[in-house]
């Protein structure tokens, strides 16, 4: 299978997972809108029957499984929306699901994919630890293992969102992405780019832990320690032996910015107070970016992609002690 990841691909990804994954909602948000002098539109992948965009890119590889690897089962290492969208799409295919987690994973997040039928297995204190366990499934148990996004067909899956956006708003002049391994960032902007080059892609990291960041900064992959964070979506490492989205993103993302914790915590009680929205960290790190770092898109037409609804009150809670909300 060829590691890079073409429109071509994320066109067929489309015609997989046309039925089960919804086509998402592309919303103005007036006061965002009116704030910052542009067309701020939101892409609410909150409304995945799994709660994440993460559903698209676990179909897109889980019906490329012959019957016999799902017979078997799957496996994988997240921290949460992919479990989340790994244990859906196997609960609808019948296959039996083990999903290895951190214990930086909140609690709901856990509980959502159990409530789904998988079992959750929660060990070690990053990313990288739960990947011991999955690849232990993997080589013992012989588990399919779905990998969170470093596969073609990962990201080709997330790429779709891509194609939705360009058909729902042909005159997109930007689209700000949560950055974490790469699948979600590269497949959209292989899919915006490979409709309109000038499309600008914009990354947007938390400001400890950003492995891919650090990564393209060094011109390889390394290792990160994962630290607690809101946006905890956004957290792990892109693998040393990465063989797909660093490569993606290092070409299609134009710039990228680091976000605080208060920043990220003013961004979803922006969502919470004025958008009527209940919704995570790593949804709104666009949001983030934009207010923090005082970026100009007077005029322009821009999405900001809302990645999931992991967050419980609790989260919310604690955002708004690390903030003087609303944002000055």
């Not at 709660?51 to 496996?75: M, Y």
């Not at 922006?270 to 209940?278: D, G, I, V």
Request: net charge negative.
């Amino acid at each position: 299978m060829s590691d890079s990841v073409t429109l071509h691909d994320i066109y067929l990804a489309r015609s997989r997972i046309a039925g089960q994954a919804a086509r998402t909602p592309l919303v103005l948000s007036q006061s965002l809108s009116t704030r910052f002098e542009a067309e701020v539109y939101l892409k609410l992948e909150t409304l995945q029957p799994s709660g994440a965009f993460k559903l698209r890119g676990a179909l897109n590889k889980l019906a490329s499984l012959s019957a016999e690897q799902l017979e078997r089962g799957v496996t994988t290492a997240s921290t949460g929306n992919h479990g989340r969208a790994v244990a859906w799409a196997a609960k609808r295919l019948g296959a039996r699901a083990m999903i290895c987690l951190s214990e930086l994973v909140p609690a709901n997040k856990v509980a959502a994919i159990e409530a789904l039928g998988a079992q959750a297995r929660v060990i070690g204190r990053s990313q990288d630890d739960a990947f011991i366990e999955a690849r232990r499934l993997v080589a013992e148990e012989g588990m399919a293992l779905i990998e969170p996004f470093d596969d073609p067909l990962i990201a080709a899956g997330q790429g779709t969102i891509g194609l939705e956006l360009m058909e729902d708003l042909p005159g997109l002049d930007r689209v700000l992405i949560g950055l974490s391994g790469g699948g979600l960032l590269g497949g959209i902007g292989r899919a915006v780019k490979g409709i309109n080059p000038r499309v600008q892609v914009t990354g947007v990291s938390m400001e400890k832990g950003a492995a891919m960041i650090d990564s393209l900064a060094a011109g390889r992959p390394v290792e990160v320690e994962e630290e607690a964070s809101l946006a905890d979506s956004l957290g792990g490492g892109i693998g040393l032996d990465n063989r797909c989205t660093f490569a993606l993103v290092r070409e299609v993302m134009d710039d990228h910015h680091r976000v605080s914790e208060p920043a990220i915590a003013r961004a979803m009680l922006h969502f919470f107070e004025q958008e009527k929205m209940l919704v995570e960290g790593a949804a709104v790190v666009g949001l983030a970016a934009i207010e923090e770092h005082a970026l100009d898109i007077r005029g322009q037409k821009v999405v900001l992609i809302v990645s999931g609804n992991g967050v419980d009150a609790e989260t919310l809670m604690r955002a708004r002690t690390l903030t003087d909300y609303p944002a000055r």
